[in-house]
């Protein structure tokens, strides 16, 4: 297994400003219960990409959610256990950290990361195994032993020890090296979104503009903060009629009919295909779904609508307006997070 005979960093990452505004500091979900720590995170690493966590040690955590893609999976829906397939497209899971209401998956069915990282595990599709079967099996292998004793103090596994270890090394997935924040780093002081970075082409700060105003793109309404992260499920327009209730499965409530979480946009290029079904190839096609092919679903997010109207909006927006939100959408990519060694699988 490949670990350094030290813990890396994981826990005392220095971010860059715009990570310590309040509207970001108030969307980290870490609980006072289980803050990310190095030893936490690197059990938890293992944990991620450890085969034995599966039914028939097939599949890992990592199986689904690759580190070349920011940790989502290039596939429509990703394969299980058995070759079954899941019902929804792989999240992301970079900058998990920041999500006002800490709930996750698609239909933010689990309450918070350290509910979520025990289902999948669960699921008859997915990994299939039972807790019961998954702590001795855990138990008897010696690197856990070792593991274990260094993180908690003894060599006991339990489901709440590995529910901490994993959800704190997902946490620990933080983005901030992109050339987007190397632009905003260059700047002195804040920066309003009408304002050229000088790090960026023009045709990058025209995509940042259109982007965020609220008159041309207004992406922002629903991605904001320099981490472009969401507040709450939303439905945008992607049908006009419920072909997957989202959080209306978990709530049961008509008005959540179509509403998925909203994901940070970091990392976009790298995660195709889109949305909870993966039914986007591209960001062209996305981005197009926005300017002119958003559907008026009854529970369609008000941002989604022409102002005074339930009708949805039209952005109208020029081919070069396009191709420069996809452009700027490239400038959030951070090559050094997918290549960092401390997240990478360590049983390679």
């Known amino acids: 297994m490949n670990l350094p005979s030290e813990p890396y960093n994981y826990s005392n990452i220095t971010l860059p400003n715009h990570f310590q505004v309040n509207p970001v ?36 955590c990592g199986s689904c959610h690759l580190q070349s893609k920011s940790f989502t999976d290039p596939a429509q829906f990703s394969n299980g ?8 497209h792989s999240m992301s899971l970079a900058n998990a950290l920041f999500y ?65 270890s994993l959800a704190q090394f997902i946490r620990s997935m933080v983005s901030y090296q992109s050339k987007y924040d190397e632009a905003l780093n260059g700047q002195n002081g804040p920066t309003n979104p009408g304002t050229n ?35 709450e499920a ?5 049908d006009a009629t419920t072909t997957d209730k989202g959080l209306a499965g978990v709530t049961g409530l008509a008005t ?4 998925f979480k909203v994901p940070s946009l970091r990392n976009v290029a790298l995660t195709a295909p889109y949305m909870h079904d ?10 197009e779904h926005y300017n002119s092919g958003v559907k008026a679903h009854p529970a369609l997010d008000n941002r989604l609508k022409a102002p005074g109207t339930n009708q949805p909006k039209r952005l109208n927006l020029t081919a070069a307006e396009k191709t420069a939100v996809v452009a700027f959408l490239n400038t959030l990519t951070d090559n050094t997070f997918i290549n960092d060694e401390k997240f990478a699988d360590p049983f390679k």
């Open 81 to 88: 256990f058995e070759g079954g397939k899941t019902g929804r």
């Open 278 to 287: 993966g039914r986007f190839a591209t960001l062209e096609q996305v981005i």
């Open 100 to 164: 006002e209401n800490g709930k996750f998956f698609w239909d933010e069915r689990a309450a918070t990361l350290e509910d979520q990282v025990l289902m999948p595990i669960q699921d008859q599709i997915e990994m299939g195994m039972t807790l019961e079967n998954l702590v001795p099996k855990l138990q008897a292998l010696d690197y856990y032993k070792v593991l274990f004793r260094q993180t908690y103090g003894d060599t006991t596994v339990t489901t709440e020890r590995i529910s901490k």
């Open 197 to 231: 970075l000088t790090g960026l082409t023009a045709e990058e700060n025209l995509g940042r503009q259109v982007f965020s105003d609220p008159a041309r793109g207004g992406c922002a309404g629903c991605h904001s903060t320099d981490l472009f992260i969401g507040r």
């Open 25 to 60: 500091q108030v969307a980290n979900n870490t609980p006072s219960t289980n803050p990310v720590t190095d030893l936490g995170s690197t059990l938890g690493r293992v944990l991620f990409y450890d085969k034995n966590l599966s039914a028939n040690n097939t599949i890992a």
């Open 234 to 238: 939303l439905n945008n327009g992607l």
């Open 256 to 259: 959540d009919e179509g509403k």
